[in-house]
């Protein structure tokens, strides 16, 4: 089976490429990425074909996905405060990027195309657990890109009759995860921070709650969906509904880092859903046999990771 990845040098599209080169079904890994927010030398030790280029171009998005079977589509402009500084960036990006795939899927015979979308298009829903179903209330352009392609995905499973299979990710963390940008996520930053005797900030009181999932458990439910060619048009939560707030992470953090967690506190972000827990039944349904990565290994192992980064293996 051929693959295609967008957004491959990415924390999440490096991970699954590493993944898929190892496994014995996946016999050619294709990755495109214009290296915006990704890192050649996450994937510099693979045995794939590379292409540095961005998903707006059809030609070489035409090039990659030539003989493909199916594309995982990760490329995108991943944070919420980034696209509230520049929407037009994140709408480019994402909205008429995932287009631009959508495009090239059909160019290339109809390829069974595997997204990211995310938890925040419920935004302003306050209901938990979030289920698939609820009213989607975006509450920043990132979420807006989102909705898009989700959107998009279903569109082109009902016009053309394409094989798609549209997940919101939720909090995705592990190895891999930099910390070294200003649109970091919480759990790199705040190991990082510990790990150099900094502290960690949290924005509003910390009781903000959030449903994490190991990334390696994210790449086996996304090869698994590839290898059974799994197609659903609705969305799919990709989370196992549970739930943690910021301040329990501490805790964790502190014993997998051996050391102590310091922390100051700044106003709450703009754009930011105060809880977050997935509601995983349609996931387990299509997924019966992928159990989640304990939070606590998760957490020893992006330790591991982040120790080897800080102390001097880190990529550029
Ligand atoms: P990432 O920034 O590490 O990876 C995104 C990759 O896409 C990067 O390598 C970047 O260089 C590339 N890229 C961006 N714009 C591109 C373009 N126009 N053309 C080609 N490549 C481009 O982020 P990630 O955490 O690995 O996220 C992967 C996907 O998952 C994204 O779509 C993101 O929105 C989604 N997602 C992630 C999380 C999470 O917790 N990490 C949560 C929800 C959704």
């Known amino acids: 089976m051929k693959i295609a990845i967008t957004g491959g040098a990415g924390f999440i599209g490096s991970n699954l490429a590493r993944a898929l080169t190892n496994h014995p079904k996946i016999t050619q890994v294709r990755v495109i990425d214009n290296l915006s927010t ?26 990659v996905f030539r003989g493909a079977d199916a594309v995982v589509h990760l490329a995108a402009l991943p944070s919420v405060p980034r696209s509230v500084r520049d929407p037009l960036a994140s709408h ?18 109809g390829l069974h195309v595997i997204a990211a979308s995310s938890s925040s298009v419920y935004g302003a829903n306050p209901r938990l657990p979030k289920h698939e179903d609820l009213i989607t209330a975006p509450m920043s352009p990132y979420a807006v890109t989102k ?8 569109a082109y499973h009902h016009s053309f009759d394409l094989p798609v299979l549209p997940f919101r990710f939720f909090n995705i963390y592990g190895p891999g995860q930099r910390a070294d940008h200003a649109y970091a996520a919480v759990i790199p930053k705040w190991i990082s921070a510990t790990l150099a005797d900094e502290p960690v900030t949290v924005y509003g009181d910390g009781t903000q709650t959030r449903d994490f999932t190991y990334v390696g458990t994210v790449c086996r439910v996304l090869t698994d969906a590839l290898l059974r060619r799994i197609v659903e048009p609705r ?30 506190h700044m106003p709450a972000r ?3 859903v105060l809880h977050s827990q997935a509601d995983s ?7 019966p046999t992928v159990a989640p990565m304990p939070l606590e290994e998760g957490i020893f192992a992006t330790v591991d990771w982040l120790r080897d980064s800080v102390v001097g293996a880190a990529p550029s």
């Open 281 to 287: 039944s349609r996931l387990r349904t299509l997924f």
């Open 92 to 109: 480019e990006a994402n909205a008429t990027g995932t287009l631009q795939v959508l495009e090239a899927a059909r160019r290339a015979g």
């Open 270 to 272: 703009t754009g930011d």
């Open 38 to 63: 990704g890192h050649k030398a996450n994937i510099a030790d693979l045995d794939i074909g590379f292409v540095e280029g961005d998903i707006q171009n059809a030609e070489l998005l035409d090039q």
């Open 147 to 154: 909705l898009a392609t989700e959107a998009y995905l279903g």
């Open 235 to 264: 969305p799919v939560n990709l989370a196992f509904g549970t739930r943690i707030s910021l301040l329990d992470l501490i805790p964790e953090i502190e014993t997998a880092a051996r050391h102590r967690v310091r922390r100051e």
